[in-house]
């Protein structure tokens, strides 16, 4: 739903989506995690400058489904551990990086950001 909101509200914008959760037979599936850095590519990258940082990327959650507890803390588990380290990784080099919680959350983000009311901090 995101690629599709973000085609149809930003349609110059370049983005491209992670293919982690498309269904692949094995041999098909080796090759594509052959062409990855690692297993913990995050779910959306936005190739737009804005507000002081080189792009946006999320990891996409569904909603309802937050990485986080009631208290804040990053629940267990070492995929979401992953998945915080490289969001930290990328925002220290100058990306906002992000978890996205449901359409509704990811795409008042990308609203935000396109608009550029999300800026850096220096």
């Known amino acids: 739903m995101l690629a599709s909101y973000i085609r ?3 349609p110059k914008v370049i983005f ?3 293919s982690s959760g498309i269904r692949l037979p ?3 599936a080796k090759k594509m995690l052959a062409l990855k850095s690692h297993n913990r590519i995050p779910d959306m990258i936005i190739m737009k400058p804005m507000g002081g940082y080189h792009g946006l ?3 996409l959650k569904r909603t309802g489904e937050s990485p ?3 208290d804040g803390k990053l629940k ?3 995929h979401l551990k992953g998945q915080q380290d490289t969001i930290l990784q990328l925002l220290d080099e100058g990306y906002l990086a992000m978890f996205g919680v449901g359409f509704q959350h990811a795409h008042r983000i990308v609203d ?3 608009a550029g009311e999300l800026k850096k901090i220096v």
């Open 8 to 10: 149809m509200q930003y």
């Open 26 to 28: 094995i041999g098909n």
């Open 68 to 70: 986080f507890r009631k």
């Open 112 to 114: 935000k950001y396109m």
């Open 57 to 59: 990327i999320l990891e």
């Open 76 to 78: 267990a588990g070492e």
């Open 16 to 18: 491209t989506s992670d």
